[in-house]
């Protein structure tokens, strides 16, 4: 079972470069999740979509844009990369049945702006 | 204010021995879903447990539990048996019902680095 397939698993940019991180999910999940988590920290929420054609910003959305044209992918464009945006990237999805369904990880692209 | 808050930074434990982590979390909505993930050296986030804020009973997954209290908002994760395998960072998330039925992403702490010395 692949569940959530994220790639590349490492990247190196250059300021000012840009990007795309891949997410793929063959849960049939309506929900899907990008998440960041720098350095001894929790993760905090970029953006989410609730379904194919439908987007909305989380905590941390600037810098980062997000497209959900189909109910498997949902990829997270980083635009301008600054040295800000250092961190370890995670995509996230879930059954849309309220509070109580957890959501399943990808295994994480840890992206470094030099 | 935090939402989650997660007050040990890091744990020593013998192995075999039983450990609580603790987690308070401050929400007003009265729907909202606890959880309990951990994160191993080698970086991914690895689902554990499950406390919905209706539920009568405490969660319980194997050598995982959790303990309630919502009176006092807090959501402690035990481990019974602690095994060298069990070392890892652990986060508290929490995931509220608002008016969007849950969809909002997880709120997480700051997490907990548990080690199980031998």
């Known amino acids: 079972n692949a569940g959530v397939t994220q790639t590349p698993k490492f990247r190196i940019l250059k300021i000012g470069q840009s990007m795309t991180l891949q997410c793929t999910q063959d849960m049939n999940h309506n929900y899907m999740y990008w998440y960041r988590q720098d350095p001894g920290m929790g993760l905090k929420l970029i953006y989410y979509s609730v379904g194919a054609g439908i987007t909305d910003k989380g905590e941390v959305p600037n810098g980062y844009n997000v497209s959900r044209s189909t109910t498997e992918d949902f990829p997270l464009r980083l635009e301008l990369a600054a040295p800000s945006q250092t961190s370890v990237y995670f995509c996230?999805?879930?059954?849309?049945?309220?509070?109580?369904?957890?959501?399943?990880f990808g295994d994480g692209t840890r992206l470094s702006i030099l | 204010a935090q939402k989650i808050t997660q007050t040990q930074p890091g744990m020593f434990v013998q192995e075999k021995e039983a450990v609580t982590l603790d987690c308070t979390y401050d929400t007003s909505d009265p729907s909202y879903g606890l959880f309990w993930y951990k994160q191993p050296s080698s970086g991914e986030m690895i689902f554990l447990i499950y406390?919905?804020?209706?539920?009568?009973q405490n969660a319980t997954e194997g050598r995982y539990s959790l303990n309630f209290q919502k009176a006092r908002k807090s959501a402690n994760l035990v481990i019974s048996a602690s095994q060298l395998g069990d070392s890892a960072m652990y986060f508290c998330a929490m995931r509220e019902g608002g008016s969007g039925g849950g969809a909002d992403g997880l709120t997480f702490g700051k997490g907990t680095h548990l080690i199980i010395q031998p």
């Open positions: 996230a999805s879930s059954s849309p049945v309220g509070v109580s369904q957890p959501q399943h």
């Open positions: 406390q919905g804020s209706y539920d009568q």
